[in-house]
T-cell receptor, first 116, second 115 residues
Framework: SAVISQKPSRDICQRGTSLTIQCQVD?????MFWYRQQPGQSLTLIAT?????????ESGFVIDKFPISRPNLTFSTLTVSNMSPEDSSIYLC?????????????FGSGTRLTVV | GDSVTQMEGPVTLSEEAFLTINCTYT??????LFWYVQYPGEGLQLLLK?????DKGSNKGFEATYRKETTSFHLEKGSVQVSDSAVYFC??????????????FGKGTHLIIQP
């Protein structure tokens, strides 16, 4: 399965600022996703990162708040914009190879964000 | 919409005890089902999966059987070790006709194994 490098691993940010999280995969993958894991909660899908086009967002998430880029098949970024303490979470990147049912979904190690 | 419900934790067991973590789901059609594990300080790792009814996924002594009739995918292990202490997530992927969708996760079950 693919190996994902995600950075930064953690950050402490001031409210009102923005943070960009990077996700690099070691092989070409068909799909990339971004999730949020709020403290004590499960993972919630934010959006599907589409290569060369706008991301597809889940209900409750919007592009102005979470702009996503995917310029090629192995790299994506998620920006958390105009941050507030409620954005404090772990953000995870995930990727799936062509045959998702065989390979499963691979996850990055996550970015632990604290907004103060 | 799709949802996954799993037993609340923490679950505390003694070493060599039998483990069951319950997971049930709500989804249309025939989703694929997964168990992921998150060890302390590490990222999510795929533990096992099943793609159709009656399939049994297994790995590292863990097993789970896809039960369509009860919409369940319970995780079991016959004899747990201290090293199994982790958070376990049940998840599903919708049956969307061949595309790859994001996963829907349960809330996670924190498992603590005492020596």
């Amino acid at each position: 399965s693919a190996v994902i490098s995600q950075k930064p691993s953690r950050d402490i940010c001031q409210r009102g600022t923005s943070l960009t999280i990077q996700c690099q995969v070691d092989s070409q993958v068909t799909m990339m996703f971004w999730y949020r894991q709020q403290p004590g909660q499960s993972l919630t899908l934010i959006a599907t990162a589409n290569q060369g086009s706008e991301a597809t967002y889940e209900s409750g998430f919007v592009i102005d708040k979470f702009p996503i880029s995917r310029p090629n098949l192995t790299f994506s970024t998620l920006t958390v914009s105009n941050m507030s303490p409620e954005d404090s979470s772990i953000y995870l990147c995930s990727a799936v190879t062509y045959d998702a049912l065989v390979g499963g979904y691979t996850f990055g190690s996550g970015t632990r964000l604290t907004v103060v | 919409g799709d949802s996954v419900t799993q037993m609340e934790g923490p679950v505390t067991l003694s070493e060599e005890a039998f483990l069951t973590i319950n997971c049930t789901y709500t989804a249309t059609g025939y989703p694929s089902l997964f168990w992921y594990v998150q060890y302390p300080g590490e990222g999510l790792q795929l533990l096992l999966k099943a793609t159709k009814a009656d399939d049994k996924g297994s790995n590292k002594g863990f097993e789970a059987t896809y039960r369509k009739e009860t919409t369940s995918f319970h995780l079991e292990k016959g004899s747990v070790q201290v090293s199994d202490s982790a958070v376990y997530f049940c998840a599903l992927r919708p049956n969307s006709g061949g595309g790859a969708d994001g996963l829907t996760f349960g809330k996670g079950t924190h498992l603590i194994i005492q020596p």
